[in-house]
T-cell receptor
């Protein structure tokens, strides 16, 4: 079973920040939080990952709570091309990735 | 360009036939993976390989077979024993010590 819980779907207006939540209450101390997204009928694309500290790259920001039981992926200025399914994944080893159902994000014009 | 290629993008087969999906990577990654995705579902691991000539079953290996004769290639055979083979198949690769997997574009298999 996936170790994360995400909302099934979310809407966000174009140009606004999209905040995607993820609960991972059973995360262990050395497990990373990863985010991937999958645009329809394509392979998943890596977005960002983190262990304890907040992280930012050219695509997104990742905010991890102090107790590490939840995190939020932030797309600062959502565009229509950000419409996709977003997967929050907790992993220790690269061969043990389990993808849940993810959050279907709709960016509204 | 470095990356992972899967071919073909769409594949149709008759029920009872074996079919082999190709996956090639030129990223010099040691580890390769095969996932299956059904509509509205997450990805499920079929097989993975961390080194040439070695591979392990994932969560749903029944009805599938793989080989890893070369580092850059990890073909998946969907056999007639797989009861519901129609799905979207994704191949991925990674360095063994890393945590990021890179995915190919996928092959959509339809069994008629």
């Amino acid at each position: 079973d996936a170790k994360t819980t995400q909302p099934t779907s979310m809407d966000c207006a174009e140009g606004r920040a999209a905040n995607l939540p993820c609960n991972h209450s059973t995360i262990s101390g050395n497990e990373y939080v990863y985010w991937y997204r999958q645009i329809h009928s394509q392979g998943p694309q890596y977005i960002i990952h983190g262990l304890k500290n907040n992280e930012t790259n050219e695509m997104a920001s990742l905010i991890i709570t102090e107790d590490r039981k939840s995190s939020t992926l932030i797309l600062p200025h959502a565009t229509l091309r950000d419409t996709a399914v977003y997967y929050c994944i907790v992993i220790l080893r690269v061969d043990k990735i389990i993808f849940g159902k993810g959050t279907r994000l709709h960016i509204l014009p | 360009d470095g990356g992972i290629t899967q071919s073909p993008k769409y594949l149709f087969r008759k029920e009872g036939q074996n079919v082999t999906l190709s996956c090639e990577q030129n990223l010099n990654h040691d580890a390769m993976y095969w996932y299956r995705q059904d509509p509205g579902q997450g990805l499920r691991l079929i097989y993975y390989s961390q080194i040439v000539n070695d591979f392990q079953k994932g969560d749903i290996a029944e009805g599938y077979s793989v080989s890893r004769e070369k580092k850059e290639s990890f073909p998946l055979t969907v056999t007639s024993a797989q009861k519901n083979p129609t799905a979207f198949y994704l191949c991925a690769s990674s360095q063994v010590a890393a945590n990021e997997q890179f995915f190919g574009p996928g092959t959509r298999l339809t069994v008629l």
